[in-house]
């Protein structure tokens, strides 16, 4: 388990230098190309008989990426060190998915909390393994969206339904939350927000959390822009989105995903002009493009010229990188704000004047 006390330096780090986040790992897994009997856990015991964990599951299982930390620990821990080899300073627990309300698809959500704890101690191991006083390495526990929104009718003849309600929604993540504690991760991550009401479940859980178990540790938050108009699907504005979740105090609020870092710019100056808190910018590389090796358009050297330009403006005090990013796109992000100064947040103005 990571100390605390690498957290609690976080937000001190955050003022000295420009952090980097890691990059895909649903990218990464698929260069596997692992099969269906391997997402099952197949493989040899010490006699040399062959197993698999999820053999009898009734449904297919390929494709619940979240699961492999179970079946397939070896590849997700390679995942980790690859993108901690190529610069990352902190790495996020591969657990985007590992709530009840995302397993039920694959009907594992009673295997939530232990995809959790055992994701959270893979990354921990991998952290450890290439900390340094001079360069500690962090763990921020995972909490994606859920395929499921709150906000909004999975029925557009039923403008009044909801496929799930605030309260389920509340009682998965603290589930999830709880187990990323316990498996050492030294921040937690509510990302991908697409829908604010789902995001407010997630920061309600996980001050519930802090409040029963008396542990606290710093939280951040990344929303995601969905198309041209500037607002996340469930209708707000990247500035009404912060003045939204500001009351959560995270120490990096920020973007991820959907649009590549060009079609970001706009949305990431926004943030920066309003929020007294780090901003955060991790984005796609480009758009998808299925010729790709990577299943987007940029290389490591388009997607860091972009991201560092924002560092180059002053915008941003951590960076990676989301969906087709890989460890040579960390790597040259990580090279293109390496001699950067960080953002300076409003409240730091006085400060640093």
């Known amino acids: 388990m990571i100390p605390y006390t690498r957290a609690q330096s976080l937000p001190g780090l ?4 420009i952090l980097v986040l890691d990059g895909a790992m649903g990218t990464m897994i698929q260069r596997y190309k692992l099969d269906e009997a391997q997402y099952r856990g197949k493989g040899a015991d010490a006699e040399g008989r062959i197993f698999a964990r999820f053999a009898d599951h009734p449904v297919d299982v390929k494709g619940n990426n979240d699961l492999l930390v179970l079946t397939q620990p070896g590849v997700i821990q390679e ?8 610069g990352a300073d902190i790495i996020e627990t591969n657990t985007f998915g590992a709530t009840t309300v995302a397993q039920a698809d694959y009907r594992m959500e009673g295997l939530a909390a232990e995809m959790n704890l055992a994701a959270a101690r893979l990354a921990c191991a991998a952290a450890e393994k290439y900390s340094t006083p001079e360069k500690p390495r962090f763990v921020a526990g995972a909490m994606g969206p859920t395929p499921k929104t709150a906000s909004i009718s999975p029925d557009v003849n039923d403008p009044g339904a909801r496929n799930v309600s605030f309260d389920e929604l509340r009682e998965a993540y603290y589930e999830q939350a709880k187990a990323l504690l316990e498996g050492g991760s030294d921040v937690l991550l509510a990302e991908t927000i697409f829908d604010t009401l789902n995001a407010k479940a997630a920061l309600f859980a996980i001050d519930q959390l802090f409040e029963d178990s008396g542990e606290r ?4 938050i990344s929303g995601t822009v969905t198309d041209a108009s500037g607002r996340i699907l469930s209708g707000q504005t990247v500035e009404a989105f912060w003045n939204s979740l500001r009351h959560a105090r995270p120490i990096t609020f920020g973007l991820n995903c959907a649009l590549g870092a060009a079609l970001m ?4 100056s926004e943030l920066a002009r309003v929020a007294n808190v780090a901003v955060s910018c991790y984005p796609n590389a480009g758009l998808p493009n299925p010729m790709s090796d990577t299943g987007f358009d940029e ?4 997607t860091s010229a972009l991201v560092g330009g924002f560092a180059t403006d002053g915008l941003v005090n951590l960076v990676g990188g989301c969906c087709g990013t890989t460890p040579d796109h960390i790597a040259a992000i990580a090279q293109a704000v390496k001699t950067k100064k960080p953002r300076v947040w409003p409240n730091q103005y006085k400060e640093a004047a």
């Open 299 to 302: 290389t490591p050297k388009q």
């Open 14 to 17: 955050l003022q000295d230098r």
């Open 217 to 220: 540790v710093p939280v951040m």
């Open 265 to 268: 710019r706009p949305y990431i």
């Open 79 to 86: 995942i980790h060190e690859q993108y901690l080899a190529s």
